[in-house]
C-alpha cells in the first residue's frame, strides 16, 4: 500500500465520516444526466457519500477507494440507506452499490464500461499522474457516457477550507478545457459558494465544475 493510502486510511478510521454522509452538491444537481439504471464508476469515492446516494437514485454504482477503513464505511453506510452491497461486478444491479479497494494509480481501468464517471474533490492526483488518470476516467466512458468533475480552482488556497495545499493539484478553467480532449464539454464553471461537508469541506469555498460527454 503506498504511503499516501496509508495516510488517508489513518485519517478515515474513526467513526466520523470526515466529509459528511450527504452527496456532493455538484453530483446532485448533475445526476439526471446519467442515464436512468445506468453504470456508474465514482473514483475515488471515500466514505462512500456519493456513490450510495448514486445506487439509491437507482444507478448501478462501481465505487473505488484506495483506503480500506474508507470502504468499511461505505458499505456500512450503504447498509444504513437500504442499499444492497454486492461483492462483484459481475453482480452489479441498478440500485446497488459494489464497494471496492483498490489504488486508482495501479488500476488497469476498463475501456467503455461505464454511463458516467464521477470523480469529486480527487485532486490528491498531482500533475504527475493527471493527465494518465483523466484519459483512463474518459476512456472508461461508454458512447453515450458523461464524466462529472469537481474539484478546487487556486483561490481556495486563499479560504483555507478544504482540499489541497498545493496549487499544482488544483483546477483552473484552462486547464479542464483541454484536460478530456476525447470528450465534449458541456459545461465548464468556476465560482465561490459556501460548501458544508463534514469538517473537512467547510465554509466559503473556490470551486470548479465539469460536464463532459462521449457524444
Known sequence: ??????????RFSGAEYLFGTAPN?????????????GRVLAVADGEGRNGVWLAQQGLAVHS???????????IALAGDRGVPVVTSLAELMPGSLFAEQLDILEWTWPAAAYDAVVGIFI????????????EAMADALTDDGVLLLEG?????????????RSIANLYDVALLTTAFPSLRVVDLLEYDAEVSEGTQHSGLSALIDLVATRS
Open 152 to 164: 478546487y480552482a487556486p483561490r481556495q488556497l486563499g479560504y483555507g477550507t478544504g482540499g489541497p
Open 123 to 134: 485532486q490528491f492526483i498531482g500533475p504527475d499522474e493527471r493527465p494518465r488518470i483523466f
Open 1 to 10: 500500500m503506498r504511503e499516501e493510502i496509508k495516510n488517508w486510511d489513518a
Open 25 to 37: 452538491a455538484f453530483l446532485e444537481r448533475e445526476s439526471t444526466r446519467i442515464t436512468s439504471g
Open 64 to 74: 473505488i477507494e484506495g483506503s480500506p477503513a474508507a470502504v468499511a464505511k461505505a
